[in-house]
Structures are given as structure tokens and as C-alpha cells.
């Protein structure tokens, strides 16, 4: 009867697991996907999964995307809880994305710049209509190359500070926190809000960026720069006492440009939104970037009364693996408590009812 | 059901204490008595799983490769420290348990690690006992009181995986009893540990949502909201609204959660002789209530806490002073009543039908 029914036991999860991973693999008559094809055909799936899983691993990336079904919060989560089991061998060295081996950088605030503009592989002009030729198949023919200039790419923030027109960012060599190993504690400074956004979910911070330019926080944003490309990790082990690359990862960064009207001790000038995410990711790079700047609504003395300026709102918030966890707990039996709101209701409705009689 | 050990398998789990301190090879015994080329010698690193029994009690063989091997019931996954959690992360949430347990009903902040299994499933008790679990204990796990709901079995299997520990339904016989939403009806003794699952270990969350805001009102000892929301309650429905995760004052001191237990349940907190912790994985934070606490359902003198529970008679063991659960049996509005607690449900009948 219903009683059994509703209690689950180890077959019926065991039945489950079989069932998913038969949906999983499709009809066999397919070819099988393989994590190259992945990582190859599906790359900004895989980019994604890395960002939000915050672990740099195409392979494993690619693996978490097949064993989630194309479920990228899922992927991600599966990556996460891998991650967590790597020992932390300590921070590497601040990368230097000005020396980044640019495969695209452009900059809406200037025509043209040292470096120039690289559109570099974007969907950016590309019309949108479903290309059925791609239905079919085949390779696409090579894409023309130039030579590089070999000119140096300076970053378009550095321009404007030699100027003095962009407010400067504290130095620091102090180790960054690492919100993997403490827990987030407020307030939170800005290593650690980048941190949790840098590991945020892509959909929040899109919706968080998009609501300052829709009067939810006071942004008057342009895009200083986009840069994606490859960039050099570097350690420096205290046994050795100088730095050695340990490798190369693509990052995609944006300095986003605000107009500051000022304060009681700063001139007026520009004030920097910045976002940095694993592989090519623009549009969270973005959507980081002028979230990063609301959250800094309170360090410059402007009003905060947005959700994007709420440090708890959005550092809280913006986890998918956090999220997705507690929303989908939803589902597990919660007839306990149910039962105890099902005999207060009938209470509150029986001295309802009583009252009414009398 | 849930044999995570088997009959024939008999004896416990090898491994003395796989610490940093006792590198040592790990001792497997076995019923049979067959070969153990057990421990290979653990590193610092791997701690790996060390004994891996088969349920014949035959050869257990040391896992030092990190891999995806072998789901069988009694076996360790390999690659993994035991109780999944590397020894430093144990520490860490030893020393949090600590602070916790010095300071009752105060939540202590943790570096919460992400697990395996989604946030809301239950990572905060399943890392606190992950932290306190030994190769000796014996391990219960029930959601909605029941030891067969697909989130205890599953976490059950969790640690059978990576602590190959004992389990056991009987509350009596657990040395530690995870639960998500239920306080077991028998009562607990001195020795044992109940883990509750926390989903939001902040009493006053739904009043104040702000972190930083509710902490300085803890530190002040403020709570007049919550009691204001009570009073405002008997005044709107003549008694209090709450029916579960109801708040308690603990110590004296703090305002806590029980978690989302129902009222009926927190009467059993007060003063129990088995130490009680709380892990709340998602939000981060580690509270307790040692043994012999006073815990004080919030009420008002002329509005007395009162515990809810449906007024009938449980269908399969006759119990009255349990907590039930309704169980729907047709369209027809028919229903009937069954104990919450599988297990003391089971005793009961089991009983009932030897003095037939």
C-alpha cells in the first residue's frame, strides 16, 4: 500500500542510479560522445563548468559535463566535490594579464588603442539565424591568419591612470583569503567578494549586473576593456625562493569603467569594476565586473540601497552549488514537519470556526 | 535491509586508528581468519582507505591508487581518507565542535567543505560526523525518523563506503545517530551522539535576514523580535504558530534552532545525557548542546509551550506518546496513523508479538 510506497530503500536507488545511467548513454545505436569531442565541440560548456566548479581542468570539466548529462550546475557541483579533496598547496603569484597572449581584446572607450582591437573568435556579428549547413556536418576551411604585430597590449585601465583618471587599487601582498577553507564573514573585503563572484553562478551575476543599469544601483559603466587569451601561473616555493611557471590557463578579463562624481577626499575620476573567469566567459567576465563595482558602492560613500550593492544579498546568493542544493532539498520527505503544520492548521481552523459560532 | 555488513562478514572493520599518529599497517581480522595483505603503509597524503573486506571475511587489500573502484556493500572506496574528510579538515572541525560545545547554542563559523552530496541534503551533519566518527562506532542514520528514507539510506551508504563502519537501525544500539528532522523517541543515553542536519542554523532568519545584523543581536542576548513574533502570534490565533523548528533558548543564553524538528521533539533536548551537535554545511556553521543542557522551548507564562502531535493511536504498535505520521490510504478521505520512529515502532510490535 501507499506506506511502502512513499519509503524509498536501497534497490529502488539502486533501480534509480541503472535507470539514469541508461538515459544517460542514449540510444546505443548513437556513437558514444567522447571527452574530447567535449572539450573540443563543447568548449564554452566546458569553460563554464570550470568557472562554477572553480577548478582548471578541461578533461575533468569535460568528464563532469558527459556524467551530467549536459546539466552544467550539475557538472559543475560534480567538479566542486572533486576539487575539494585536492590538497591546497598554497597561492600562486598575481597573474599579470597584461603580459596575456591575447586571442581577443577589445575596448568600447576607445576607436583604436595600442594593441588595437581583436575581435578574436566572438558570436558578437554573427546573425543569429540557425545555420542548417551545421546540421549536416563537415569542416568548416581554415580561418585566414596574420602575422602578429608583435605590439605590446597595454591595459586600457594603465592608460587612464598615467592620466590620474582612474582611482588607483590598494597594493597589497597580503595572501588572499580563500573562502573554500574559511567561511564567508562580514563584512567581506574586495579579494573575497572576487573570489565568491569569480566562482558564482553565471545566470545570477547576469541578472545582478543587468539590474544596476536598470536604476537598481546608480552604474554608468563602459566597457574599458575585454581581454581573453592565455596567461602564465606562477609559484614561488619558499624552499627555492624565486618564482617558476607551473602553467598556462585562458582567463577571460574585464575592467569595466565607471564615472566617480567624487568625494569629501577624492577628486572626481573613474572607478574600476573588475571581473576575471576561467576559460572564455565573457558575459559572466561582464556581469562580474559591474557587480564588482556596485559592491563597492559602500568603500566609496555612495548610497547603498540596491540588491547588487548587498554584499550578504549577493555573496550569499550567488553559489549555484549553494543554491541548487537547497532548492532541490525541496523534494526529500519533509512529512514530519508537514504533519505538525497539518495539526496546527487544523487547530488555527478549529478555533476559527469555534469563534465564528459563537 | 541496509547490510553494510554482512552476518557472514563478522568481524569489525581492521583498522586500528588510521591517524597521522599510527602509520602503522592496519591489522584486517577476519571471521574466516583468511589473509589480510592489508595496510599497505598509508603517507601523510593518501591516508588511504586501508582495509577493504570482502563479505566472505577473505583478503581485505589496501587502496592506495586513487580510484573510482568497486561499489560493493563492504567495501572502502578507494582513494579516499576514512571517513572521506582528510585529517587536517577533521581537525578543523574538531576544534569548531569544541568552541561549540564550551559555548552552547553559540554558532561557531567553520570552513565548510563541499561533499559529495548536494548542500540541503545533509553535508553539515554528515561532515560533523565525519569528524567524530572512529572504526568503533556504530552508526544510525534516519530521516523523518525513518531508517529506510532514500536520504538515510543514502547517507548511510555514504559511510559505509568511506568509513566501512557498523550500522545499525536500533537506537539503543548506536554509538552516533545522524537524523534529519526527528529526535528518536527512546530515550538517549550518556556515550551516544545525536547529529542533526541544520539547514539554516539562524533562529531569527526569518525576522532578520542579515547575517551581521542577527549576530550582534546574539552577542546582546537581544531577542525581543522573536518574542515580539510570539506575542504577535497568541494575538492573531490565540496560541503560538510554530509547529516545528521551534525556537529554544539554550543555557539560559542563546537563542537556537532545533532544526526543523517538530515542537513534540524539543521537550527531549532538555537535559539529555547524549551529547548533541549541529552541522549546518551550506551556511557554514557548527553549534552544540553538550549533555545535561537546560533547552527551553520559548513560551510565555500564561502561554506555556505546547508540544503537537496528532491525537490518535499509532496503527501497527498502538503507541500514544509517539510522534506519527498520517498516512493517506484512498480518495475517500481514509487515513490512519503510524509511528515517525521506524524503529521504535519495530520494537514495539516485536515485543507485542513475544508476549502473544
Same mark, same amino acid.
Given at each position: 500500500m501507499a506506506y511502502v510506497a512513499v519509503k524509498g530503500g536501497e534497490r529502488a536507488i539502486d533501480a534509480a542510479h541503472a535507470w539514469l545511467a541508461e538515459a544517460r548513454r542514449g540510444d546505443a545505436a548513437q556513437p558514444e560522445l567522447s571527452l574530447e569531442q567535449i572539450e573540443q565541440?563543447? @568548449?564554452?560548456?566546458?569553460?563554464?563548468?570550470?568557472?562554477?566548479?572553480?577548478?582548471?581542468?578541461?578533461?575533468?570539466?569535460?568528464?563532469?559535463?558527459k556524467q551530467a548529462r549536459g546539466d552544467l550546475i550539475e557538472a559543475a557541483f560534480l567538479l566542486r566535490a572533486y576539487r575539494t579533496t585536492l590538497p591546497r598547496f598554497g597561492a600562486?603569484?598575481?597573474?599579470?594579464?597584461?603580459?596575456?597572449?591575447?586571442?581577443?581584446?577589445?575596448?568600447?572607450?576607445?576607436?583604436?588603442?595600442?594593441?588595437?582591437?581583436?575581435?578574436?573568435?566572438?558570436?558578437?556579428? *554573427?546573425?543569429?539565424?540557425?545555420?542548417?549547413?551545421?546540421?549536416?556536418?563537415?569542416?568548416?576551411?581554415?580561418?585566414?591568419?596574420?602575422?602578429?604585430?608583435?605590439e605590446a597590449t597595454p591595459r586600457v585601465t594603465g592608460i587612464l591612470a598615467q592620466e590620474g583618471l582612474m582611482a588607483?587599487?590598494?597594493?597589497?601582498?597580503?595572501?588572499?583569503?580563500?573562502?573554500?577553507?574559511?567561511?564567508?564573514?562580514?563584512?567581506?573585503?574586495?579579494?573575497?567578494?572576487?573570489?565568491?563572484?569569480?566562482? @558564482?553562478?553565471?545566470?545570477?551575476?547576469?541578472?545582478? @549586473?543587468?539590474? *544596476?543599469?536598470? @536604476?537598481?544601483?546608480?552604474?554608468?559603466?563602459?566597457?574599458?576593456?575585454i581581454r581573453m587569451g592565455e596567461v602564465a601561473v606562477e609559484i614561488a616555493p619558499p624552499e627555492l625562493g624565486f618564482p617558476i611557471e607551473i602553467g598556462e590557463i585562458t582567463v577571460t578579463e574585464c575592467q569595466m569603467v565607471n564615472q566617480f562624481a567624487g568625494s569629501k577626499t577624492e577628486p572626481p575620476q573613474f572607478t574600476r569594476g573588475y571581473g576575471l573567469v576561467f576559460g572564455h566567459g565573457e558575459r559572466k567576465a561582464m556581469a562580474m565586473s559591474l557587480v564588482d563595482r556596485a559592491l563597492r558602492a559602500k568603500e566609496l560613500g555612495e548610497e547603498v540601497d540596491a540588491p547588487a550593492q548587498s554584499e550578504e544579498f549577493v555573496l550569499y546568493h550567488c553559489d549555484n552549488i549553494e543554491a541548487t542544493g537547497f532548492v532541490e532539498h525541496l523534494k526529500l520527505p519533509h512529512y514530519v514537519d508537514f504533519q505538525s503544520e497539518l495539526e496546527k492548521v487544523r487547530e488555527m481552523r478549529a478555533t476559527v470556526f469555534r469563534e465564528a459560532a459563537e | 535491509m541496509s547490510t553494510m555488513r554482512s552476518a557472514e562478514g563478522g568481524?569489525?572493520?581492521?583498522?586500528?586508528?588510521?591517524?597521522?599518529?599510527?602509520?602503522?599497517?592496519?591489522?584486517?581480522?577476519?571471521?574466516?581468519?583468511?589473509?589480510?595483505?592489508?595496510?599497505?603503509?598509508?603517507? &601523510?597524503?593518501?591516508?588511504?582507505?586501508? +582495509?577493504?573486506?570482502?563479505?566472505?571475511?577473505?583478503?581485505?587489500?589496501?587502496?592506495? /591508487?586513487?580510484?573510482?573502484?568497486?561499489d560493493g556493500p563492504t567495501t572502502i572506496e578507494a582513494g579516499y581518507n576514512f571517513g572521506y574528510l582528510d585529517e587536517n579538515t577533521k581537525r578543523m572541525i574538531r576544534r569548531a565542535l569544541l568552541k561549540a560545545v564550551a559555548i552552547p547554542g553559540h554558532q561557531v563559523p567553520f570552513g565548510s567543505r563541499e561533499m559529495p552530496l548536494p548542500y540541503g541534503w545533509?553535508?553539515?551533519?554528515? /561532515?560533523?560526523?565525519?569528524?567524530?566518527?572512529?572504526?568503533?562506532?556504530?552508526? $544510525?542514520?534516519?530521516?523523518?525518523? +525513518?531508517?529506510?528514507?532514500?536520504? +538515510?539510506?543514502?547517507?548511510? &551508504?555514504?559511510?559505509? $563506503?568511506?568509513?566501512?563502519? +557498523?550500522?545499525?537501525?536500533?537506537?539503543?544500539?548506536?554509538?552516533?545517530?545522524?537524523?534529519?528532522?526527528?529526535?528518536?523517541?527512546? $530515550?538517549? &543515553?550518556?556515550?551516544?551522539?545525536?547529529?542533526? /542536519?541544520?539547514?539554516?542554523?539562524?533562529?531569527l532568519f526569518r525576522l532578520e535576514p542579515r547575517v551581521s545584523e542577527t549576530k550582534r543581536m546574539h552577542a546582546l542576548a537581544d531577542y525581543g523580535l522573536m518574542h515580539v513574533k510570539l506575542y504577535e502570534d497568541i494575538a492573531r490565533h490565540g496560541h503560538i504558530a510554530i509547529s516545528y523548528n521551534y525556537p529554544v533558548m539554550v543555557g539560559g543564553r542563546y537563542l537556537m534552532s532545533p532544526s526543523p524538528i517538530p515542537a513534540f521533539d524539543n521537550p527531549k533536548m532538555h537535559r539529555m545525557p547524549a551529547l548533541q551537535l549541529f552541522g549546518a554545511g551550506r551556511e557554514k556553521r557548527i553549534y552544540a548542546v553538550p549533555p545535561y543542557t537546560s533547552v527551553h522551548s520559548l513560551d510565555f507564562e500564561d502561554h506555556p509551550f505546547q508540544p503537537i502531535r496528532a491525537n490518535a493511536a499509532c496503527a501497527l504498535c498502538g503507541a500514544r506518546d509517539s510522534y506519527l505520521d498520517e498516512v493517506v490510504t484512498d480518495d475517500q478521505g481514509g487515513r490512519m496513523f503510524v509511528c515517525s520512529d521506524t524503529d521504535y515502532c519495530n520494537t514495539r510490535q516485536g515485543s507485542r508479538e513475544a508476549a502473544e
Open positions: 565541440q563543447l @568548449g564554452l560548456a566546458v569553460d563554464r563548468v570550470m568557472a562554477e566548479g572553480a577548478c582548471y581542468d578541461r578533461g575533468l570539466a569535460a568528464l563532469a559535463v600562486s603569484l598575481p597573474m599579470d594579464t597584461g603580459a596575456m597572449r591575447i586571442r581577443r581584446r577589445i575596448s568600447a572607450t576607445y576607436k583604436d588603442l595600442p594593441g588595437g582591437q581583436v575581435l578574436g573568435p566572438t558570436f558578437d556579428y *554573427t546573425h543569429r539565424l540557425l545555420d542548417f549547413a551545421l546540421a549536416a556536418g563537415g569542416t568548416p576551411p581554415p580561418a585566414p591568419m596574420a602575422a602578429p604585430e608583435g588607483p587599487e590598494a597594493k597589497s601582498d597580503a595572501e588572499p583569503p580563500d573562502l573554500t577553507r574559511e567561511p564567508l564573514s562580514f563584512p567581506a573585503d574586495r579579494p573575497l567578494r572576487l573570489q565568491a563572484l569569480a566562482r @558564482g553562478d553565471e545566470g545570477f551575476l547576469l541578472a545582478m @549586473g543587468y539590474s *544596476t543599469q536598470r @536604476g537598481y544601483g546608480n552604474a554608468h559603466p563602459f566597457v574599458g576593456e | 568481524a569489525p572493520l581492521g583498522g586500528e586508528h588510521r591517524s597521522r599518529e599510527s602509520h602503522g599497517p592496519t591489522a584486517t581480522r577476519s571471521a574466516e581468519g583468511g589473509a589480510a595483505p592489508g595496510g599497505e603503509h598509508r603517507s &601523510r597524503e593518501s591516508h588511504g582507505p586501508t +582495509a577493504m573486506r570482502s563479505a566472505e571475511g577473505g583478503a581485505a587489500l589496501g587502496g592506495e /591508487q586513487r580510484s573510482r573502484a568497486s545533509g553535508t553539515g551533519g554528515i /561532515q560533523v560526523t565525519a569528524s567524530v566518527i572512529g572504526p568503533q562506532d556504530r552508526l $544510525k542514520v534516519i530521516d523523518q525518523g +525513518a531508517d529506510d528514507t532514500t536520504n +538515510a539510506v543514502s547517507i548511510r &551508504r555514504f559511510f559505509a $563506503k568511506v568509513a566501512g563502519v +557498523a550500522t545499525t537501525e536500533h537506537t539503543a544500539e548506536a554509538t552516533i545517530i545522524q537524523t534529519r528532522h526527528r529526535i528518536p523517541e527512546v $530515550k538517549l &543515553r550518556e556515550g551516544q551522539i545525536l547529529v542533526y /542536519q541544520v539547514p539554516m542554523p539562524e533562529p
